[in-house]
């Protein structure tokens, strides 16, 4: 088993930044990847971003990139997603994710095993 701890959101103005952190505790070693996904109110859960474990390899969904960045501390076992430009349509529940099942690389909720519990971001304009 492996449990997921995010940590780092909150309440930002529009334009700024906010790092989200997570920390994978338990049978961490078959780590295959990590993504952060995202729930709006009355929206299905959304693909982030994602990064692989053993090479750093990252992706980003197209609303996104160049804005967010997602990277790992392999040591710490930890992944963090650092947002710049925040916008108001960012506000949502941030969930972290981690994929045991090696070659899966996929963005879909069900290409994940474990989920964090989330952590509420609030952009206000």
């Known amino acids: 088993q492996v449990q997921l701890k995010e940590s780092g959101g909150g309440l930002v103005q529009a334009g700024g930044t906010l790092t989200l952190s997570c920390v994978a505790s338990?049978?961490?070693?078959?780590?295959?990847?990590m993504a952060w996904f995202r729930q709006a109110p009355g929206k299905e859960r959304e693909f982030v971003a994602r990064?692989?474990?053993?090479?750093?390899?990252?992706d980003y969904t197209d609303s996104v990139a160049g804005r967010f960045r997602i990277s790992r501390d392999r040591p710490g076992n930890r992944v963090d997603l650092q947002m710049n430009g925040l916008k108001a349509e960012d506000t949502a529940i941030y969930y972290c994710?981690?994929?045991?099942?090696?070659?899966?690389?996929?963005?879909?909720?069900?290409?994940?095993?474990?989920w964090g519990q989330g952590t509420q971001v609030t952009v206000s304009s």
């Open positions: 994710a981690l994929c045991t099942r090696f070659g899966t690389w996929g963005i879909d909720s069900g290409d994940f095993d474990y």
């Open positions: 338990g049978r961490t070693f078959s780590t295959y990847s």
């Open positions: 990064i692989r474990w053993r090479d750093g390899t990252t």
